[in-house]
C-alpha cells in the first residue's frame, strides 16, 4: 500500500467520473442507481466441528429478488471471500418474477478489490420489473469477528464453539452475495440448520424448528419470521448451546449467555431493567417498540463492546453479564449505560436509518447522548446524566483540539472503501457527537427535541435519511412551539457539524466583552483543514451573574459586547452552566480569582459540574474515594498501601477459591500486587485470569497483569497478543495499551509495535486488532523529539504495509507528540521550580 498522500490521491481518483468508472462500474465502491433489493429468503448452516483439513466452514443459500430501476445489462452485488457455487458456468442464477422475462447471462466473475460479485447480461433488465438471483456458496466460519464467525470458549473441561456475526458496517457480503450498502434495505427471510441440541437465534422470532437430516447428519432447523425491511448491517445469526432468562409483559425479553453464567444470575440484572429502559424510550420517542421480541446474547469474542442488530443485540460478556458477587459498580454502569445505547438505536438507526456512513456521528452521538436518560431511567439514584461530562464532553475535547481532527459529517463521496468507512466510528462520532446533540437539547429544549425527534421517527419509519431531515423536524417543532432562535436549527448547527474543533469562549468581565477562538492544543499550528465557516461558530451561552442564572444569550460572531457581562464589587460572572455547551471558557484574571474565592468561601453556589467534580453522591462514591485513596496511594510508592494490597493478594493465591478482595478494590489491589511481587504474583495472576468465569473479573486481572515492573515478565505478556489462544483476538491491542500506559512497559510495547505492525496489520486484520486506539494509546505519553523522529520512521517504514482505521490515530498522534514536546519546552522549568520550592 502507498503512503497516505498517495492514497488519498488513489481514492479522488477512483471517485472522479473517469470514463474507466463509467464503463466498467465494478471498479467504483459505490453500488449504481440501478436495483434495489425487495427481500432475502438465506439457509446457512454452520458447522461447529473442524473439516479434515481443521477448517470451520459454513454452507449456504441465498435468493434476493429485486427491482430494476433503470435500465441495465450489469448485476452488482456485493460478495467477499466466500466460494461461489458454479451453476452452468456462472455463478449465479437469473430468473424472472411475474411476467417479466429474464435476460441469459453472459459472463459473471468475483472483483476482489470492490468486493463484488459481478455479473454480464447478454440483453437489458427491464426498469419496473422484478427479478430474483439465486447464490450456493461456502464461507469459513472463521475466527476473524468478522461477518458469520466462531467464538470459541470453555465450560466445565469442554471445548464450546458459538457461530455469531458482526455483519455491521460491510461484513454481511462475506457471510452472503447481498446489496451491502444501508440505504438498499430489504425484508430478510432466515433459515439456520444447526447441531441439534444448540440453539438457534436470529433477527426475528423462531417460528419453526424441525429436526432433521442433512448430508447424512442428524440436525435443527429453524426458520425465524422476516425482519422488518431493515439495512444488511443489522442482520444477526447466532448458533450456540446457551440458555437464557426470559420476562414478557408488551414485550418478550430474553438474555442470553453460557448456561453456566445463567445459573449463577449474572444475566439478570440485564433482564431487570431491559424492560424500564424499553418503556422509557417509547415514551422518549412516542413510537412504539417496533419487533415482537428483544433478544440480547453475550458472546466470548466480541470487536465492538455491543452491536445493535435490531431485534438480537450482541455484546462482549463483559458488557451485558453482571455479577454482584465480583463485579464492581463501574460494571453495573457500564452494562446499564451499553444496554441503553443499543436500545435507542432499535428505533433511532434501525427504525430510520442514514443513508450513508458519512453521517456515522449522527446515529452514534445520539444513542451516545440517549443512552445517559436511559439508563438515569432505570437508575435514577445514580445521577448518571452528570457522567457525560466526564466519558464524553471533555474525551471529546481531548481529540477535537487537534488540527488533525475532523468534522463530524463528511462528504459522502470522501467516505467510501471499508476501510473509510470503519474510521468513522472514533471519539469525534461517538463522544463529540453526544455532547453537540447534548447542546442541541438544552438550547431548544428538551420536550421541542423530542418533538421533533418523533415527527422524525414516524416520517420516516422504515426509510433511509440524510441529517438535513433531522434539522427539518426540528426545526417545525420550534416553529409549532413559538419558540424563537436567532437562526434556523440547521444554521445553527451546521458549524459544529461541518468544521471541526471547537472554540474557547473568552469572557472580560471589565468591559463586556465576549469573543471566539478556534481552541487548538497548538495554537500555533500552520495545518488546518479549510472550514466553510472560518472556524467560527453559533454558541449558544447560558451563564450566571454571582447566584442568579441569567437568560440565555448567543455568540453569533467572532466578537460582541454584553453589559450584563460587567460586573462590580465582588460579583463573578459563570458562563456555560452546567457544561451543556461544547466550548471551553476563558475569563479575565480578576474573575477567576473571584470565582476561585466564591469556591473557597461556599462552593455549593456553583453547580456541581462546573466545579469539574468527578465523584458524585449517588454512586456511594465516599467508597469510588477508598478506591482512589488506595490507588493513589500505591502507584506513587506509600509502603504501607503495598504491603496492604500484598498481603491480600497473599491470601487469595493461599486459597485461590475464595477471594476476599472487594469487587471495588480488586482492580487497584491486583494492579499493586502484581506490580510490587515477581514471577509467582505474576504466575497467579495469569492463572486465575485463564480460569475466570466472569468476563469482568477477567477484564479487571487483564488489565493487572499490565502492572508488573519485570520487562522479562512483560515481554511475554506481549508475546502472547499474537497467540489467540492465549489472549483473544478482541482483547490484543487493550492488552498492548495496558502494558503502554506501565512506565516499564511503555517503550516495550512501543518497540514490539513496530517490529511486529507488518504482521499484526496483514494477518490479523480489521477483526482483530483495534488499530486506531492501539496507535493514540501507546503514543499518548510522548513528548520528546526521539519519539516523534520514532513515530516518523514508523510512518514511513510501514507506508506499504499501510495502517487502515489507525491511519488518522498516526497523525494526531504525531502531532500530539509536537504539541506536548512544545508545552514541556515552554512550562517544564517553571513547574519544576514550583514544586521544587514547595517541596524546601
Sequence with gaps: MASLAAIVGLWTVQLLPSTESRDEPWKSYRLPDT?????????????????????????????????????????????????????????????????????????????????????????????????????????????????????????????????????????????????????????????LIHDRGTVALSNGMEIDTT??????????????????????????????????????????????????????????????????????????????????????????????????????????????????????????????????????????????????????????????????????????????????????????????????????????????????????????????????????????????????????????????????DLWNHLQSAVIETGTVLPLSVKDIMDPWVLQMGFPVVTVNTTTGQISQKHFLLDSESTFRRRSPFNYEWNVPINWMKTQVVQPRIWLLEKMAFNNNMKTNGNEWVLVNLNMTGYYRVNYDTENWERLLNQLSENHQVIPVINRAQIVDDAFNLARYNQVNAIRFACSTGVEECQNLTSIWYRQWMDQPYQNKIHPNLRSTVYCSAIATGGTEEWDFGWAMFQNATIASEANKLMSSLACAKNQTLLQRYLGYTLDPSMIRKQDASSVIVYIASNTDGQSLAWDFVRKNWPYMFTEYGVGSFNFASL???????????????????????????????????????????????????????EIADWLVARMA
Design 775 to 829: 496507535i493514540s494509546g501507546i503514543t499518548k505519553t510522548f513528548s520528546t523529539e526521539e519519539e516523534l523522529q520514532q513515530l516518523q520512521e514508523f510512518k514511513r517504514e510501514n507506508s506499504q504495509v499501510g495502517f487502515g482505521s489507525g491511519t488518522v490515530a498516526l497523525e494526531q498522534a504525531i502531532e500530539k507528540t509536537k504539541a506536548n514536546i512544545k508545552w514541556v519546552s515552554e512550562n517544564q522549568k
Design 211 to 468: 429436526d432433521s437430516i442433512h448430508d447424512g447428519k442428524p440436525v435443527t432447523v429453524t426458520t425465524f419470521e422476516p425482519t422488518k425491511s431493515m439495512s444488511s448491517y443489522l442482520l444477526a445469526l447466532v448458533v450456540s448451546d446457551y440458555t437464557n432468562v426470559t420476562s414478557a409483559n408488551n414485550t418478550l425479553i430474553r438474555i442470553w449467555a453460557r448456561e453456566k453464567a445463567i445459573e449463577d444470575g449474572h444475566g439478570d440484572y440485564a433482564l431487570n431493567i431491559t424492560g424500564p429502559i424499553l418503556k422509557f424510550f417509547e415514551d422518549y420517542y412516542n413510537v412504539s417498540y417496533p419487533l415482537s421480541k428483544s433478544d440480547q446474547i453475550a458472546v466470548p469474542d466480541f470487536y465492538f463492546g455491543a452491536m445493535e442488530n435490531w431485534g438480537l443485540v450482541i455484546y462482549r460478556e463483559t458488557n451485558l453479564l453482571y455479577d454482584p458477587l465480583t463485579s464492581s459498580n463501574a460494571n453495573k454502569e457500564t452494562t446499564a449505560t451499553i444496554i441503553a445505547h443499543e436500545l435507542a438505536h432499535m428505533w433511532f438507526g434501525n427504525l430510520v436509518t442514514l443513508k450513508w456512513w458519512n453521517e456515522v456521528w449522527l446515529n452514534e452521538g445520539f444513542a451516545s447522548y440517549v443512552s445517559y436518560l436511559g439508563a438515569d431511567f432505570a437508575e435514577p439514584s445514580w445521577n448518571v446524566k452528570d457522567l457525560i461530562v466526564l466519558d464524553d464532553v471533555h474525551r471529546a475535547f481531548a481529540v477535537d483540539a487537534l488540527a488533525s481532527s475532523h468534522p463530524l459529517s463528511s462528504k459522502e463521496e470522501d467516505i467510501i472503501i471499508p476501510e473509510q468507512i470503519t474510521e468513522q466510528f472514533d471519539t469525534v462520532s461517538y463522544s463529540k457527537g453526544a455532547s453537540v446533540l447534548r447542546m442541541l437539547s438544552d438550547f431548544l429544549t428538551e420536550p421541542i427535541f423530542v418533538q421533533g425527534l418523533n415527527t422524525y421517527l414516524t416520517t420516516f419509519a422504515y426509510q433511509n435519511t440524510v441529517g438535513e
Design 35 to 191: 436495483l434495489v433489493p425487495t427481500y432475502y429468503n438465506i439457509t446457512l448452516w454452520p458447522r461447529l466441528h473442524p473439516d479434515a483439513y481443521g477448517l470451520f466452514l459454513f454452507t449456504g443459500k441465498c435468493k434476493v429478488v429485486f427491482t430494476c430501476l433503470k435500465e441495465t445489462d450489469l448485476i452488482l452485488i456485493h460478495c467477499n471471500k466466500l466460494n461461489l457455487t458454479s451453476f452452468d458456468g456462472h455463478l449465479a442464477k437469473l430468473s424472472a418474477v411475474g411476467t417479466a422475462v429474464a435476460p441469459s447471462i453472459q459472463k459473471s466473475w468475483m472483483q476482489e478489490v470492490t468486493q463484488y460479485l459481478v455479473i454480464q447480461l447478454k440483453s437489458k433488465l427491464r426498469a419496473g420489473e422484478h427479478y430474483e438471483l439465486y447464490t450456493e456458496f461456502v464461507g469459513e466460519l472463521a475466527d476473524d469477528l468478522a461477518g458469520f464467525y466462531r467464538s470459541e470458549y470453555e465450560e466445565n473441561g469442554e471445548k464450546k464453539i458459538v457461530a455469531t456475526s458482526q455483519m455491521h458496517p460491510t461484513h454481511a457480503r462475506k457471510t452472503f452475495p447481498c446489496f451491502d450498502e444501508p440505504a438498499m434495505r430489504a425484508v430478510f427471510c432466515i433459515t
